[in-house]
């Protein structure tokens, strides 16, 4: 391979790489944004608030690919994804208690009697 050709595949490679990680940080930012804007508007740490923000992350990623039932799909998927991750993490359930995650014992020093 001429070493013209390896660089302008290389370069071409990495626009395409970039491109998807720009668009995928822009997806997480739009998740993390609608996540905390439904929790602030709601005044409640629920299922709903995942699941609204994994839909708009979706519908994202729909529109920055221009297609629509790619941004169905991404938007379905992705509200099912985290409200299966809220289900599990213990989000859903309020009578799990820290110390189920911490269960080791602090350590009193000298200095707090």
Known sequence: IPAGEAMRAIRMTS???GRYA??????GACF???????????HKKD?????AAG????????????RLKTGAA??????AMSATVDFFDGRM???LKPERYFPYRTIKSNDDE
């Not at 944004?33 to 508007?41: D, F, G, R």
């Open 93 to 95: 359930r309020p009578e």
């Open 74 to 79: 991404a938007c379905a998927s992705l509200a």
């Open 55 to 66: 839909c708009a992350a979706g519908a994202f990623i729909g529109l920055h690919e221009r």
């Open 47 to 51: 299922i709903l608030n995942g699941v």
């Open 22 to 27: 720009g668009a995928c940080a822009l997806a």
């Open 32 to 42: 993390a944004s609608v996540h905390c804007l439904m929790e602030n508007t709601r």
């Open 15 to 17: 626009g395409i790489i």
